[in-house]
């Protein structure tokens, strides 16, 4: 039974220094104490040392501890996120990229910031325009044009 590797002298991650908070960008933030990591052994070329070291980082964050998201937001962050939700309401990003537990730690944090800070952007209102008289017009040339070449492709009829 492989042994989980807590990591003990860890730095901690970027924060609000006064509230213990970490800003994950489009106005939103969690707690760092609701940030768990956890590290196993990767896969992937490394030798023997993989068989040895736990550096694949596994971060998970409830998404009821996400701050700052509104109701839509949380919808979209669900449909971005996918399969990496689990059933307990939780995000779980994984890095393993890296032989280097830090790095991969770092992998996993820029992970969370970009899917909440992309999850927290509104989608563009898409207008429904319709196309200009003089659009239409140059349209059904080019057609005609092509239309013409084509049918020069054709067999003579002597």
Do not use: Y
Not at 60 to 66: D, E, G, K, N, P
Not at 80 to 85: Q, S, V, Y
């Amino acid at each position: 039974m492989p042994r989980e590797h807590r990591e003990p002298h860890a730095s901690p991650p970027p924060e609000d220094s006064d509230r213990g908070v970490m800003r994950l960008g489009g106005g939103a933030s969690v707690r760092i104490a609701a940030i768990g990591f956890k590290f196993v052994r990767s896969g992937g070329p490394g030798g023997q040392n993989v068989n040895k070291v736990s550096s694949a980082a596994e971060l998970r964050v409830a998404l009821a501890s996400i701050e700052g998201l509104d109701e839509r937001a949380l919808e979209r962050l669900r449909a971005l996120a996918g399969r990496r939700i689990n059933a307990a309401g939780e995000l779980v990003l994984r890095a393993e990229t890296s032989r280097s537990q830090h790095e991969n730690r770092a992998i996993c944090l820029d992970k969370l910031k970009e899917i909440v800070s992309s999850a927290a952007r509104r989608p563009k209102f898409r207008r429904a325009t319709k196309p200009t008289r003089g659009s239409k017009e140059r349209r059904l040339e080019q057609k005609s044009q092509r239309s013409a070449v084509k049918r020069q492709r054709g067999r003579p009829d002597w």
